[in-house]
């Protein structure tokens, strides 16, 4: 992998490259990959981290949408189905089934309301009763019928839900629940699509805080955000995968489009046991009164729990308000009434912009969450196509990226050598998938590496089969875990920062681990960290020490983090 300053150096000398992405979310990341895989000379550049933006603020789910039926969006199930399975056995380190349970109040609600939603009749949401959500759960499970990895819906009355779960709103009539799928590390499988990447081809680079300028003729100016080095590039293609700032960023390229009309949405992170514990492992996914889907679900020892949906013009504004809050805090008092959840249990929030078609749909929930590609073609301003990722979905970020692939490599005059279908991502290499199969793989990086069996689990846990290679760079220097953290050690951060592109010290809190996510950051491990990562970094005292205050003022004021 080439260093930071290798990559610029490059691009000064030789600033021709086949392919400009702009924008490292999922979609641009997915992209890039598909690029690196057939042999494309290949840039992504982000003005922030890879899955900063849109990307990071997700639910964590990897699902078919079943709600989606309601808006006859077929295609979009069938393809999203199709690709939470493929994640399922690419990335089973990062990607784990999820049963889901829904609370029913009612039986007949929504009878006539969604079928006129269905045929575009009716566009204000409406609460959807038992026998509406039966029928689409026998759809669901008829579109995946042909490649079934999960069970099939089940359905309980009042007594038996109850009786499992106690807690419940005795006002319940019913219950049901499937199964979808969920992902702990978002930002990380990120991160592991980049580092495959760069793996698989030499022309294929990465850099995150470096920003879009503008664009004149056929050159596109690029800024450094470290430093304010402006760099120029002439590709013959620039992909848009800047999510909700793909208006701005063609903006910045001369090109005025109306392409985007996100919505944002929060979500908590709350640190309740009675709360985890009555989850019992499930996903909790209903309607709220005002028609808005909820969900929250365990995320490893905390309760994730969101989200919203409401419009927004400019996603640097975006910002989780009390209002949210307290909408997110009600809704999971709808479900477990008897239990206790207030403000003083969450320990983090984060909100994301959906980069969601513009639209003139009364409500948000009517927007597409399908994917498309609009073209604007070369003009007066630029001299190359620009390709801008409209929409889409985490699940579906792998067809996405192979359907604007087979675009670009059509327009470049080149044929697909590989696909992605199978292709697994980072630790999901080679993965262990039976008890035995752990069992030896766990036993044998033991042996390779002479560290305890206790921290090769724990790194196999976070990492997947690249456990190995961290184990190994752990192994290779004196190391001891944290003093505020012990769950992780100095070179394993070390490993994070030198080997995984971090650059600030809110990287690796926020993006790397889940450090921050799941409120672990103190002013004690962040005093301990920040030495760490500059010591990689080559940061000064004072540079250390203005990291420390950053990191610190963007938990407290981002992710209402206690400091």
Avoid at 132 to 138: E, H, N, P, S
Avoid at 439 to 447: D, S, Y
Wanted: with cysteine; glycine share 8%; charged share 25%.
């Amino acid at each position: 992998m080439s260093t930071r300053q290798e990559v610029l150096a490059k691009l000064r000398s030789n600033p021709n490259i086949s392919v400009l992405i702009v924008g490292a979310g999922i979609n641009g990341i997915g992209v890039f990959r598909e690029m690196a895989l057939n042999g494309v000379d290949v840039l992504l550049v982000d003005r922030g981290d890879f899955c900063g933006g849109a990307s990071a603020g997700s639910s964590h789910m990897v699902h078919g949408g079943l709600r989606y039926l309601e808006n006859a969006e077929f295609r979009l199930v069938r393809e999203a189905l199709t690709e939470r399975n493929r994640l399922l056995i690419n990335a089973p380190h990062y990607v784990k089934p999820l049963p889901t349970t829904i609370p029913i109040f009612k039986w007949f609600s929504g009878i006539f309301n969604a079928p006129l939603k269905f045929f575009g009749l009716r566009d204000k949401p409406g609460e959807r009763g038992a026998i509406i959500i039966k029928l689409g759960l026998m759809m669901y499970d008829f579109f995946a019928r042909s490649y079934r990895t999960m069970p099939t819906h089940t359905f309980r009355l009042s007594a038996p839900s109850l009786l499992q779960r106690p807690q419940l709103n005795r006002d319940v009539i019913a219950t049901a629940t499937y199964y979808d799928a969920w992902m702990p590390y978002p930002e990380r499988i990120c991160m592991e699509l980049v580092t495959d990447a760069e793996a698989l081809s030499p022309e294929a680079r990465a850099l995150n805080y470096v920003s879009l300028q503008g664009g004149e003729g056929d050159t596109v100016t690029l800024r450094d955000e470290l430093t304010g080095d402006t760099y120029q590039v002439k590709p013959k293609i620039v992909v848009n995968a800047a999510g909700p700032w793909i208006d701005f960023a063609n903006h910045s390229l001369g090109k005025q489009t109306h392409f985007i009309g996100g919505t944002k949405g929060a979500h908590l992170v709350i640190d309740h046991p009675e709360l985890h514990a009555a989850t019992q492992g499930h996903e909790l996914f209903f309607e709220n009164k005002d028609g808005r889907i909820c969900l929250f679900f365990p995320l490893m020892d905390k309760v994730l729990a969101g989200t919203t949906d409401i419009h927004i013009d400019d996603p640097d504004a975006a910002a989780v308000t009390d209002e949210e809050v307290d909408y997110i805090l009600g809704m999971i008092n709808l479900v477990f009434p008897t239990i206790k959840v207030d403000r003083s249990h969450v320990v983090f929030w984060f909100t994301g912009v959906r980069p969601l078609p513009a639209s003139d749909a009364a409500t948000a929930g009517q927007i597409s969450r399908d994917h498309t590609i609009r073209i604007t073609e070369p003009d007066d301003s630029v001299a190359f196509p620009v390709y801008s990722l409209v929409g889409g979905k985490w699940t579906s970020f792998r067809a996405f990226g192979e359907q604007t692939a087979d675009k670009l490599l059509a327009l470049l005059g080149k044929s697909r050598r590989a696909g992605t279908e199978t292709m697994p991502i980072g630790g999901g290499k080679e993965y262990p998938h039976s008890d035995a199969g752990k069992k030896q793989w766990l036993a044998v990086t033991q042996q390779q590496t002479n560290i305890s069996d206790e921290r090769i689990a724990v790194l196999f846990a976070r990492y997947g089969t690249r456990a190995a290679e961290i184990a190994a760079f752990c192994a290779a220097g004196e190391d001891e875990p944290l003093h505020h953290q012990p769950d992780y050690t100095r070179r394993e951060i070390r490993f994070l920062v030198e080997c995984e592109k971090v650059v600030h010290l809110d990287d690796l809190l926020l993006r790397r681990s889940l450090l921050a996510m799941l409120g672990q950051v103190t002013s004690d491990l962040l005093a301990e960290l920040a030495p760490i990562v500059g010591e990689s970094l080559g940061w000064s005292e004072a540079d250390t020490r203005e990291e420390a205050k950053r990191a610190a003022e963007m938990l407290r004021t981002r992710h209402g983090a206690s400091l």
